[in-house]
T-cell receptor, first 111, second 110 residues
Framework: NAGVTQTPKFQVLKTGQSMTLQCAQDMNHEYMSWYRQDPGMGLRLIHY???????DQGEVPNGYNVSRSTTEDFPLRLLSAAPSQTSVYFCASSYFGYGTFFGQGTRLTVV | GIQVEQSPPDLILQEGANSTLRCNFSDSVNNLQWFHQNPWGQLINLFYIPSGTKQNGRLSATTVATERYSLLYISSSQTTDSGVYFC????????????FGKGTKLTVNP
């Protein structure tokens, strides 16, 4: 039982490049989400999903895309990376009425 | 949307001291959680506590939903308690979004 697995742990991108952050969970959780964490800002919700085929926007969705084709996977796509997207990204999953579990985070730098 | 405020923003303690962290929220909630982010960045769920009181070792939490606040108590603090403590809530009757406060940074000195 691995919990929430995020890859990669570190990534450097050039402005304009695209990439996908992977997130997988093996707990059969319906709810999955992506957050970014910036100094002094806490965790801000980018996108979330309440089940396969259902996604919705959070507080800061611009520049990011998600899909949820299976219960287990919830990838986050950066369409055209910008320096403002330099951040630490966390994937999380939960089941309603229970606690939320986080992945280890991805430290992304856009140069 | 729902607002979450945590206090104090920073707290410095000597090992062995007790502390209370507060989380105020602006709307009724059906989900409230406390998390600890350790100095290596890992986020650990401490409590799922939309109402009532729970205890886990030296940590305990109380949520008074009718008055829209929650408290996290840390007793006999240890250096390993250092890090940032986050409160997160989901608005009752609202969307499925879990909204985080900005955290309380705790430093426990030996």
């Amino acid at each position: 039982n691995a919990g929430v697995t995020q890859t990669p742990k570190f990534q450097v991108l050039k402005t304009g490049q695209s990439m996908t952050l992977q997130c997988a969970q093996d707990m059969n959780h319906e709810y999955m989400s992506w957050y970014r964490q910036d100094p002094g800002m806490g965790l801000r919700l980018i996108h979330y999903s309440v089940g396969a085929g259902i996604t919705d926007q959070g507080e800061v969705p611009n520049g990011y895309n998600v899909s949820r084709s299976t219960t287990e996977d919830f990838p986050l796509r950066l369409l055209s990376a910008a320096p403002s997207q330099t951040s630490v990204y966390f994937c999380a999953s939960s089941y309603f009425g229970y606690g939320t579990f986080f992945g280890q985070g991805t430290r992304l730098t856009v140069v | 949307g729902i607002q979450v405020e945590q206090s104090p923003p920073d707290l410095i303690l000597q090992e062995g001291a007790n502390s209370t962290l507060r989380c105020n929220f602006s709307d009724s909630v059906n989900n409230l959680q406390w998390f600890h982010q350790n100095p290596w960045g890992q986020l650990i769920n401490l409590f799922y506590i939309p109402s009532g009181t729970k205890q886990n070792g030296r940590l305990s939490a109380t949520t008074v939903a009718t008055e829209r606040y929650s408290l996290l108590y840390i007793s006999s603090s240890q250096t390993t308690d250092s890090g940032v403590y986050f409160c997160a809530v989901r608005s009752q009757g609202g969307s499925e979004k879990l909204v985080f406060g900005k955290g309380t940074k705790l430093t426990v000195n030996p």
